[in-house]
């Protein structure tokens, strides 16, 4: 995947749902699960690069 | 910060510890401990100040770090390098002196956590310091920032990806740069940080619990922000790499900014209190004159900070200012906000010309001079806090404070009688 073409992402992500759902065989079960799932998991490493630029 | 949302809803906004009791009204079977209700009276006053208002008597919120380990008999390597011994001292001091309220803990960077990471701008107590100095920081040489002059497009089309791709490895020791052969080292900064961070952050609700329960005192702030002009010169370019940036190249400077500041205000709202009592720690470091000329001022910091303050307003969220140096210059762009949305305090600037500057307008804290607290008589710091009650307290919306973050060279002396003489003559 050519990185450098991707949309910048926005506060609180690092690698966007679109992003990694394309990576994905199609969903069957609840993609909105996925995608909360993801996204909060996500944001944590948000929260990691910003606390350390921030806060440390 | 992350802990700070844990904190205040396990503290502040959470639970009120009602104790059951045989000797109470039976009725309701219920009563508030006699440290909850201290608590409760405590956390209204220091709020009514906050906000302007004329409380039953002058708040009282020392930002005492170092400071606390002194008082408790410890070294700054043991506070900063383990928080919970940090978090011990703060509990120490907020039970022994009568405080309104204190920050969870002051010695706010946890060595090590920036151990585990490897980081390099610390002189960690005990090791690049003497055991007994407080942590301090490494700006980076200016031939050898951490962001290059010519990298601003790359900050600006992702700062995000910026920082883990280009800027971590080059703060970390053990990080590796995108393109090199990962190590055990690169992946255990990953792993034992974000666990460390993870592990400290959520200390924080217990330790604001504690505070509350075992001595009453109120948890001072809540979040963090920064100015997007300071992290460019904090932690990318170097002060002396952005001043040059400001002449060479002031346009990728202003979209620099531009591009942090969603993220700035993203970390500041989510470490906010969430039930919206007490303010977001701003922490102010060289945006003002004459780090900058004013003209920088005008046209860079602050319409890449005041959209921000503004915007945390709107979500209910007050901002203190700590305004570290002398600020008496920007205090008419300071005016340019909404009423009560800042809490301003006074550093190195003289208090009383910035309460008659702004106090009709914002809540105003500390100033009382350190060198006071460190070095000179009890009865000269009594002197100065009647000063500051007598003319700036007066009408209330003043909060007790020395003017910087007090460390160990501040005589426990001196603390004592700060606090005794505020709380018996700065009654309402």
Same mark, same amino acid.
């Given at each position: ?56 | ?42 956390? @209204? ?8 208002? @004329? ?104 700062? *995000? ?22 190590? +055990? ?74 591009? /942090?500041?969603?993220?700035? /205000? ?30 920088? +001022? ?5 319409? *890449? ?13 007050? *901002?203190? +200012? ?12 300071? /005016? ?84 005794? +003489? ?7």
């Amino acid at each position: 995947m050519d990185e450098s073409k991707q949309p910048t992402p926005k506060p609180g992500v690092c690698i966007p749902w679109d992003e990694k759902k394309r990576e994905l065989p199609p969903i069957q079960g609840d993609d909105a699960q996925f995608q909360q799932v993801w996204e909060d998991v996500d944001a944590m490493a948000h929260t990691y690069i910003w606390h350390l630029l921030v806060s440390f | 910060m992350l802990f700070y949302i844990a904190a205040t809803k396990r503290g502040i906004s959470g639970e009120v510890f009602i104790v059951h009791s045989n000797d109470v009204d039976r009725k309701r079977g219920l009563r508030m401990s006699d440290k909850e209700m201290l608590y409760q009276q405590r956390l @209204k006053r220091y709020t009514t100040a906050l906000r302007k208002g @004329k409380p039953d008597c002058v708040p009282i919120r020392p930002f005492v770090a170092e400071f606390t380990a002194k008082y408790a008999g410890m070294t700054c390597q043991e506070v900063s390098y383990d928080y919970r011994k940090a978090f011990e001292a703060a509990l120490k001091c907020a039970a022994d002196f009568d405080w309104d309220a204190v920050a969870a803990s002051m010695v706010y960077v946890w060595t090590g956590l920036t151990h585990a990471v490897g980081l390099k701008y610390y002189g960690v107590p005990g090791i690049d310091v003497p055991a007994d100095t407080g942590f301090q920081y490494r700006e980076p040489p200016e031939d050898n920032a951490f962001m290059r002059a010519d990298e601003y497009e790359q900050l600006i089309a992702d700062p *995000t990806g910026f920082l883990f791709n280009v800027w971590l490895p080059r703060v970390s020791g053990d990080v590796c740069a995108v393109g090199q052969p990962a190590t +055990f080292r690169n992946n255990l900064s990953f792993l034992k940080g974000g666990m460390a961070m993870m592990s400290y952050f959520h200390a924080f609700g217990p330790q604001i619990e504690r505070l509350r329960r075992e001595s009453g005192t109120v948890s001072a702030i809540s979040g963090i922000l920064k100015a997007p002009f300071d992290i460019l010169a904090d932690k990318l370019r170097g002060y002396m790499g952005l001043a040059m940036d400001l002449h060479e190249r002031p346009k990728e400077v202003q979209r620099a900014c531009q591009a /942090l500041m969603p993220h700035l /205000l993203h970390i500041a709202l989510s470490s906010a209190d969430p039930a919206r009592q007490v303010p977001i720690g701003f922490w102010m470091h060289r945006g003002c004159v004459p780090f900058i000329s004013h003209d920088q +001022f005008n046209t860079l910091y602050w319409p *890449t900070l005041k959209p921000i303050i503004e915007e945390l307003w709107r979500h209910g969220h007050q *901002t203190m +200012f700590y305004a570290e140096g002398r600020w008496l210059a920007h205090l008419d762009a300071f /005016l340019e906000l909404p009423e009560q949305s800042i809490v301003f305090h006074a550093d190195q600037d003289d208090v009383f010309a910035v309460h008659k500057k702004i106090g009709h307008k914002f809540c105003i804290s500390g100033g009382i001079p350190n060198y006071l607290l460190a070095y000179e008589s009890p009865q000269a710091v009594r002197d100065f806090c009647k000063r500051v009650i007598d003319e700036v307290a007066v009408d209330g919306g003043y909060i007790c404070d020395a003017s910087a973050i007090m460390q160990n060279e501040v005589s426990i002396e001196n603390i004592r009688a700060m606090t005794d +003489f505020v709380r018996d003559y700065g009654q309402y």
